[in-house]
């Protein structure tokens, strides 16, 4: 297609590339990168500290910091409103806005002549009314794009579903090169504990144990069970602990604990550093070490999420997955790539089909590694993500 002048907006919470984690952020920085590669004027609306190909615009020099609640932030300062004004005051210098601002984009693009296209990279549910007259007053008058069917609700116009992309030559299998590295989870680096929305509670005296790592120093261990996510009862990390210890396998989880109380009640008594192991961390590069050498990555989803992203990791690097089939993440495992259990089936079935998987003669389970890889490439790819895209604003603007 023709080079377009495109505008992707993100709310300034987050530098572009994300330090961390941050799956929005990573996601809106891989489609700017692909798209200024096939020769787009691309313009990034986002904090200050991002760093960029494109042209980067930004009226606040510093990220603010992950924001839980947007009204509150909004409550003590207009700098994220103005910071969304700003990008579609400017919309005559473009073919279309890509607005991945979630709420603050909607008035704007309502008023702004210049097309625009709106991405909640959240689940359309709301917890308070005002939420959700202002998305259903511009659901039909916008377009939005859905990162999978699962986050689709009636009262808005979807043009499209896009599933999100993953850098497939980051997370990659081990034997597509690197070293293995054996992991200790107490090594890695604490988030900053200044910040208070970033604390997680002290695992005290429990050292984790070497995780990961094999005397050749380039084959995947696949000697534990691997979960990932924020430590959070929907995210059904007490389930694959229950897994892990029926099966008598070691676990591992990765991620940050934000509901301190579930925390201490259910997961901190389980945890020994042997069989069950938490690295509170958000490096990329130690979590893509536990996919590439976990045998399964457990996923026993409670929540519809809007799309399944660590499923994608996970196959990424190789590693087959099992997950509860629930929201988004059910459209990301195909047949041959890991298994989808019904809720209902509870634990025990995770149990069958992580068993199975374990089970499998060692050329079975490399066919499925390698399948799980593929699917992947075919699918979630950066490249699929943005041939996506660019399929959307070509229908937009009539190309």
């Not at 020099?61 to 909004?74: D, I, Y």
């Not at 005559?92 to 909607?106: A, P, R």
């Not at 604990?257 to 938490?278: A, S, W």
Request: contains cysteine.
């Amino acid at each position: 297609m023709r080079s377009l002048r495109i505008a992707q907006l993100v709310l300034p919470w987050i530098p572009l590339p994300p330090p961390g984690y941050a799956g929005t952020e990573r996601v809106v920085y891989h489609l700017t990168e692909e798209l200024v590669k096939r020769g787009h004027q691309v313009t990034l609306f986002a904090s200050g500290d991002s760093k960029t190909s494109a042209k980067l615009e930004a009226i606040i020099p510093k990220a603010m910091g992950l924001q839980e609640n947007v009204k509150s932030t909004l409550g003590g300062s207009f700098y994220p409103m103005l910071h969304v004004a700003h990008c579609f005051e400017m919309g005559d210098q473009f073919d279309i806005i890509h607005s991945h601002s979630q709420f603050l984009g909607l008035p704007f693009g309502a008023v702004c002549k210049t097309p625009s296209i709106h991405t909640f990279h959240r689940i359309f549910e709301f917890t308070n009314p005002d939420e959700k007259e202002l998305v259903f007053h511009f659901g039909n008058k916008l377009n939005f794009t859905s990162i999978s069917n699962a986050q689709r609700v009636d009262g808005v116009h979807y043009v499209a579903t896009v599933y999100n992309g993953v850098d497939t030559d980051t997370y990659r299998p081990l034997s597509f090169g690197g070293t293995n590295e054996h992991f200790d989870a107490s090594s890695v680096p604490s988030r900053n504990s200044s910040d208070p929305s970033m604390s997680a509670p002290s695992l005290g005296n429990e050292k984790p144990q070497n995780v990961t790592g094999s005397p050749s120093g380039n084959s995947p261990t696949r000697d534990y069970l691997f979960w990932a996510g924020r430590v959070i009862d929907k995210k059904g990390p007490e389930e694959a602990i229950k897994v892990a210890h029926h099966l008598k396998m070691n676990l591992v989880m990765a991620g940050e604990v934000t509901e301190v109380d579930y925390f201490e009640k259910k997961i901190r008594p389980h945890i020994d550093g042997v069989h069950v192991q938490l690295a509170q961390h958000e490096n990329r590069e130690h979590i893509i070490a536990l996919y590439q050498n976990a045998k399964v990555t457990i996923v026993p989803t409670k929540w519809t999420e809007p799309f399944g992203l660590v499923p994608v990791e996970s196959m990424a690097c190789g590693t087959p997955v099992v997950s509860y089939d629930r929201g988004g993440v059910a459209e990301t495992i195909a047949e041959g790539t890991g298994y989808l259990v019904k809720e209902e089936e509870g634990v025990e079935g995770l149990i069958r089909r992580v068993k199975q998987i374990i089970d499998l003669s060692p050329d079975q389970y490399g066919a499925m590694c390698e399948k799980s890889r593929a699917h992947v490439l075919d699918h979630f790819s950066i490249g699929k993500m943005t041939d996506g895209y660019e399929a959307v604003y070509a229908q937009i603007l009539g190309l």
